[in-house]
């Protein structure tokens, strides 16, 4: 790793001959023929000792969604593999129509992997002799390191024996052919690497999604607090609770998000997905959380002709995935988490925590009386979010590798249309009838539809500018036109009756006013933003403070981080400065440029580059709860890194992490002229 490249970090010698080590194959003089390994699950992973190496190769497996079948190779795709796609397309009137696809390999992706076999931890792998001598033993050790002096963590013996590896990283794994009389006659020693592997969600077959998602709804069924959480997973464990209190914590301040809006952003979720897989792996030690390549469900809307209906094309809003909403009160009305109850907070929780006027975990500014989880999916007041905030497509995410050479602009990029939109979509703006007819009475249809565009973070924004707040608390379900009728909510302390005090509204607010209504009088300006503070609109839960509580949350960010390995990995990514504090160049013009860590200046704990995740919003927290990182340079549990040096472990060209990911392809993106394989050549 060069010296400086992150900015203040380092590499010693010592970690340098360590990195070299992780990537070493060991080679054999004196070699067993016809030794196999294989690890039977879902995908086997064959190791054959033959020629002096173990060579690995892969089962092919089906798998099955959207009327369509795709047969793919299942191993990670390493330097000169050479694997086909083949896709199925039933139709109706024709005979199946099969369509061989050569990708072309992708011939650098984490190096340190390429001489390495990989295997799955705590997933029964069968050690076997494919030819063994008659009269001959055979004795297997596995160790937990590259020597004779590392752990033993398994024995076995015969020529066909089942071992479960549970100690991550390097593994090495001797077999001794012992002659009849007890001789030692001939011994092979070979390093493996064991990793988890993240997987995109659709790739999963049926019975590990169902493993999966049965797993993960334990974190929102058992709790720590009034359940067994700690009984039945151990100390470790952590429940759904806990971990969105921390997200929520971070995104509720009026004056600093210290998880968005700045370069925090990835390294931050990175962090936060790390310690909701290591409570996930309580519960079963073999999961992983999942990707989800949301570029598929643009790509198969464009083939379908109907991008304006994403659950069309998307598995995930099923009631045997994540469930569906109902389209009335968007409740998620279905499935594992059906009715998902908001958690009750009240004013005096610990942890400084600021809940709803409902005294739910919802951001202070949202007007939502339900005690339900809620989605609008894809519902934007009348319209649909889609005609505003385009779904993240191949062209989007290739940008977003392609056009990008420091981390300060590729993460200021990635956080908002290649991934905000998703839970925009997800969450929807809802409730919007009153307030769009109220303004439509003054304006027009037109230009009430044009101001509900903006009001999935017009009302946020008008709370953090000091405009919008609730005061007091209220009965959950108590109707939010009543709220604002009353004055419980509204913007309290300005006059929009008479006077002048609509004006600094209107004058200082995120919402362009002036855009839309900038030709009209006074009075009915005034009688608009009369109407906007009074508005009853309010978001889905994806789109506040809590949105970690709805369970699609958790496999949209390993997308994001997976983006940044490959734009490191294919060298696109080039300067991984990341500062403290403002700083300032010039641009080619000559113009002189200041940039901050974040949108809320460089005061906002989170986005320097010094600062340590959960940069205090825990030292006041009583629920025992600590970070997991599973980044080597971190203690088991709680987090010692900056985020400089969180961002140089993630830097797949180092292996620094206990996962890895299935591939670096996306092949769905060659059919909409888009190729990824490009990043390997620019």
């Given at each position: 790793m060069p010296q400086g490249m992150y900015g203040s970090t380092t590499t010693t010698d010592d970690q340098e001959s360590?990195?070299?080590?992780?990537?070493?194959?060991?080679?054999?003089?004196?070699?067993?023929?016809?030794?196999?390994?294989?690890?039977?699950?879902?995908?086997?992973?064959?190791?054959?000792?033959?020629?002096?190496?173990?060579?690995l190769a892969a089962a092919v497996v089906g798998l099955a969604y959207n009327n369509r079948q795709v047969h793919t190779t299942a191993s990670l795709?390493?330097?000169?593999?050479?694997?086909?796609v083949d896709v199925v397309i039933p139709s109706d009137n024709t005979p199946e129509e099969t369509i061989q696809i050569a990708p072309r390999p992708f011939p650098k992706d984490y190096p340190w992997l390429r001489d390495v076999k990989l295997i799955e931890p705590h997933r029964e792998t069968i050690l076997a002799v494919s030819s063994p001598r008659d009269g001959y033993d055979y004795i297997w050790e596995v160790r937990a390191g590259e020597t004779d002096e590392a752990d033993l963590i398994a024995t076995a013996s015969g020529a066909e024996a089942v071992v479960t590896l549970t100690v991550l990283d390097e593994n090495m794994i001797t077999v001794k052919e012992v002659h009849p009389d007890g001789e030692i006659v001939r011994q092979l020693d070979e390093m493996v690497m064991v990793k988890y592997v993240r997987r995109e969600i659709r790739t999963l077959t049926d019975e590990e999604r169902v493993e999966l998602?049965?797993?993960?709804?334990?974190?929102?069924?058992?709790?720590?607090?009034?359940?067994?959480?700690?009984?039945?997973?151990?100390?470790?464990?952590?429940?759904?609770?806990?971990?969105?209190?921390l997200h929520f914590k971070a995104a509720q301040n009026k004056s600093c998000d210290h998880f968005h809006d700045g370069l925090g952003f990835l390294t931050s979720h990175s962090v936060l997905t790390n310690t909701f897989e290591y409570s996930l792996q309580r519960v079963n030690p073999k999961l992983t959380v999942p990707y989800w390549d949301f570029t598929i469900e643009y790509h198969e809307a464009e083939i379908?002709?109907?991008?304006?209906?994403?659950?069309?094309?998307?598995?995930?809003?099923?009631?045997?995935?994540?469930?569906t909403a109902d389209p009335v009160d968007n409740v998620v009305k279905d499935g594992r988490w059906a009715r998902t109850e908001i958690p009750?907070?009240?004013?005096?929780?610990?942890?400084?925590?600021?809940?709803?006027?409902?005294?739910?975990?919802?951001?202070?500014?949202?007007?939502?009386?339900?005690?339900?989880?809620?989605?609008?999916?894809?519902?934007?007041?009348?319209?649909?979010?889609?005609?505003?905030?385009a779904w993240p497509s191949c062209e989007e995410h290739h940008n977003l590798v392609m056009d990008y050479d420091d981390f300060y602009s590729w993460v200021s990029e990635s956080m908002y249309s290649p991934h905000g939109p998703v839970h925009t979509w997800?969450?929807?703006?809802?409730?919007?009838?009153?307030?769009?007819?109220s303004i439509s009475s003054l304006v027009g249809e037109k230009n009430a539809n044009s101001l509900s565009l903006n009001t999935f973070d017009q009302r946020k924004n008008l709370w953090r500018d000091g405009f919008f707040a609730c005061e007091g608390s209220a009965a959950v379900g108590a109707p939010a036109d009543e709220l604002l009728l009353s004055g419980k909510c509204g913007c309290l302390g300005y006059d929009l009756n008479q006077g002048d005090d609509w004006k600094t509204i209107y004058t200082n607010s995120t919402l362009d006013f002036d855009d839309v209504i900038g030709d009209y009088d006074d009075e009915t300006k005034r009688q608009v933003v009369a109407a906007v503070c009074a508005s009853t609109i309010y978001d889905?839960?994806?789109?506040?403070?809590?949105?970690?509580?709805?369970?699609?949350f958790w496999p949209m960010h390993p997308t994001m981080e997976r983006l940044f390995m490959f734009s490191s990995l294919t060298g696109q990514l080039t300067d991984f400065h990341w500062p403290d504090s403002e700083f300032s160049y010039s641009d080619s013009d000559g113009n002189t440029v200041v940039e901050t860590t974040s949108t809320y200046g460089d005061t906002c704990h989170g986005h320097g580059g010094s600062d340590v995740f959960p940069f205090g919003l825990l030292d006041d927290d009583d629920d025992a709860f600590k970070i997991k990182t599973g980044m080597q340079g971190n203690e088991e549990t709680g987090n010692k890194l900056t985020n400089r040096e969180v961002l140089a472990v993630?830097?797949?060209?180092?292996?620094?992490?206990?996962?890895?990911?299935?591939?670096?392809?996306?092949?769905h993106c060659l059919q909409d002229g888009i190729d990824f394989y490009d990043a390997w050549d620019a």
């Open positions: 360590r990195l070299s080590i992780r990537s070493r194959k060991v080679s054999f003089d004196n070699i067993c023929e016809g030794l196999t390994m294989m690890q039977p699950h879902a995908r086997r992973w064959w190791s054959r000792v033959g020629a002096g190496a173990l060579v795709t390493t330097s000169g593999a050479n694997s086909f998602l049965d797993a993960m709804h334990q974190l929102w069924a058992v709790r720590v607090h009034g359940g067994e959480g700690i009984e039945l997973y151990g100390d470790d464990y952590a429940d759904i609770s806990s971990i969105n209190r379908a002709g109907d991008d304006d209906d994403i659950t069309i094309n998307s598995p995930l809003f099923q009631e045997s995935w994540f469930g009750a907070m009240d004013l005096g929780s610990p942890g400084e925590l600021i809940p709803d006027v409902y005294g739910l975990l919802r951001s202070r500014w949202t007007v939502n009386s339900s005690p339900y989880l809620t989605r609008g999916l894809g519902k934007l007041c009348d319209g649909s979010v889609l005609d505003t905030y997800i969450g929807g703006v809802l409730n919007c009838e009153d307030t769009i007819s889905g839960d994806h789109l506040h403070a809590g949105s970690s509580l709805d369970p699609t993630l830097d797949a060209r180092y292996n620094m992490l206990p996962y890895v990911y299935d591939n670096f392809r996306w092949d």
